[in-house]
């Protein structure tokens, strides 16, 4: 049986496009939330604010839906662009991503670490689904980035087309860089 890595990175960008939508909504909901507080609502003394990581979050899935759409469509369709089109590019991609899912994730977590107490109320559930997804999204950009940089250098292949599935003899990446 012979393993093929690029349907296994598909998989990891489709779901890690998912948790982003996801994370997306429950930022959405929650910017909305605390920029419209309803008459006599105990938070913030009902003073309109809005949270910065929640922003930073909002920000980094708006980011990471149309990279996980792009490097699906390299990987299927073995697109060999320009703009990003090595492992290396997409490693790069990939690192500064990860760093603001973790830092969202991270700090999300140190102010809304345990929020059992409230969960009659909607507020909370909706923070405590924003840390959650926050942690899977970072946990599966881990995923991904180990995949690639395991792959890119066990064969090499820093420099070659990040959708995995090259021909060095072929390749319209490697004739257009001569």
């Avoid at 997306?24 to 003073?47: E, I, K, M, W």
């Avoid at 899912?101 to 107490?117: Q, R």
Wanted: glycine share 6%; net charge neutral.
């Amino acid at each position: 049986m012979v393993f093929d890595l690029p349907p296994l990175r598909i998989a990891l960008y489709f779901t890690l496009g998912i948790f982003s939508i996801i994370l997306f909504c429950l930022s959405a909901a929650r910017l909305h939330y605390t920029t419209h507080l309803p008459v006599g609502d105990p938070l913030n003394n009902g003073q309109n604010f809005y949270d910065p990581i929640v922003a930073e979050i909002l920000v980094t899935t708006i980011m990471t839906v149309p990279w996980c759409i792009f490097i699906i469509f390299c990987i299927h369709k073995r697109s060999e662009n320009r703009l990003v089109s090595t492992f290396r590019g997409e490693l790069i991609g990939l690192a500064m991503l990860w760093l603001f899912w973790l830092l969202g994730a991270a700090i999300a977590s140190s102010i809304w670490g345990d929020l059992s107490f409230c969960q009659q109320y909607e507020a909370c559930r909706i923070l405590t689904a924003l840390v959650a997804f926050s942690w899977l999204g970072w946990l599966t950009i881990t995923m991904i980035l180990a995949v690639s940089l395991l792959f890119s250098l066990a064969n090499k292949a820093l420099l070659e087309p990040l959708h995995g599935r090259w021909d060095p003899r072929t390749s319209t990446y490697r004739d257009s860089r001569a």
